[in-house]
């Protein structure tokens, strides 16, 4: 690993202590490096508070030094004025000379346009280091921003004899099938996601709350379908406790502050349909939590990224059998008696 390397992978470290908090922002890291050490650096924590660049350059204790400095951020410097003022205009002020970027941002308003005004202000500028590994960073920011959809995560707990439910059940609550560490897991990526989704039959079979409250962090906007209106108003989903999106056929339902309504049509275009009303409400990532039918209507409709499958150690013999997958397996961990896979989309 080179010093441009270094100190990149520096920034992507940083960049991920904002995973769950920045949406509908990317996630950002920034170093700044005079004579071979460390003299600032941040990350950004969320939208509409400063950027990594500006955190950094506010840790800097002697600001003498950035005119000799190189700052290292793991996406293009933005150009123009959001809910904060450019990231390039900061850099010129503080004349600040090297800028090391890891990769190109493709929201519109930048696209290249930071890295062309760094360089006609006469900055040396230098572009793509560590990039595979910082556009990993913003999948979910790149896949809204290039595929006009959130990145879509699926998640299923099956039996070892590949079942997600039994035939049966004594109550309405969930048949665990993974282990308590497992599930704190499932609640830390629901931290992580902008949205979570279910369909209706697990919400009626579940009566579950969508949230996080074996971990720490923010409730993900919580999507539920309900194509005829069969989910009761006293279940969790509707408390109004937690911004919800309630996909229906059903036309003549109103909105509250928290609880909103929106109509599609349930056919084979229903994916399609979903995306394109999440795309509207700024959702970058989706974690889809099933059930069954749900999960199999976005995996056949190519409609995924990303499939986290835990198989746990309990036997069903019968029951709803799990979802069917083709991707490629990334990454196997085992937690006490379950065993996570991690699969990615062939595209």
């Known amino acids: ?22 949406y509908t922002n990317p996630l950002v890291g920034s170093v700044i490096v005079y004579n071979n050490e460390i003299i600032g650096e941040g990350w950004h924590r969320k939208a509409g508070e ?12 002697d600001k ?20 904060t003022p450019p990231c390039c205009d900061l850099i010129i002020q503080h004349k600040i000379p090297n800028v090391v970027i890891g990769t190109i941002d493709p929201f519109a308003k930048v696209a290249g346009n930071g890295i062309k005004k760094l360089i006609e202000a006469g900055k ?8 595979d590994a910082c556009n990993e960073l913003n999948k979910r920011f790149f896949t809204f921003h290039q595929k006009k959809r959130p990145y879509i995560i699926l998640k299923w707990a099956e039996s070892s004899d590949g079942f997600i439910a039994p035939e049966t059940r004594a109550e309405q609550k969930p048949v665990w099938i993974s282990n308590v560490y497992s599930r704190q897991l499932v609640h830390k990526w629901r931290s992580e996601e902008q949205a979570i989704l279910v369909g209706t039959q697990t919400v009626i079979d579940d009566n579950p709350k969508l949230d996080v409250r074996n971990w720490t962090g923010t409730n993900p906007v919580r999507i539920v379908l309900d194509k005829s209106g069969r989910i009761p108003e006293d279940y969790f989903v509707k408390d109004g406790s937690v911004k919800t999106i309630i996909i229906t056929e059903n036309q ?36 889809i939590e099933g059930g069954k039918q749900t999960l199999q209507t976005f995996i056949d409709a190519g409609l995924w990224d990303e499939a ?8 069903l013999q019968s029951g709803t059998a799990a979802p069917f997958i083709t991707g490629t397996l990334q990454e196997k961990q085992t937690i006490l008696n379950d065993e996570l896979l991690i699969f990615t989309h062939n595209d």
């Not at 190189?70 to 004025?81: G, Q």
């Not at 040396?124 to 990039?131: C, F, K, R, S």
């Not at 339902?253 to 009303?277: A, W």
């Open 64 to 83: 003498s030094l950035l005119s000799k400095a190189t700052i290292y951020v793991s996406l293009e410097p933005c150009s123009h004025f959001g809910k």
């Open 252 to 287: 003549n339902l109103k909105n509250s502050t928290s609880v909103f309504f929106e109509n599609c049509i349930f056919d084979n275009t229903l994916p399609f349909s979903i995306v394109s009303i999440l795309q509207q409400y700024d959702i970058q990532s989706l974690l």
């Open 50 to 61: 400063p950027h990594a660049e500006v955190n950094a350059v506010n840790s800097v204790k």
């Open 124 to 131: 040396n500028v230098t572009v793509g280091i560590l990039e």
């Open 308 to 315: 986290r499958v835990f198989k746990g150690a309990v036997t």
């Open 1 to 22: 690993m080179n010093t441009h390397e270094f100190y990149m992978n520096r920034c992507v470290e940083l960049a991920k202590n904002g995973l769950g908090t920045t």
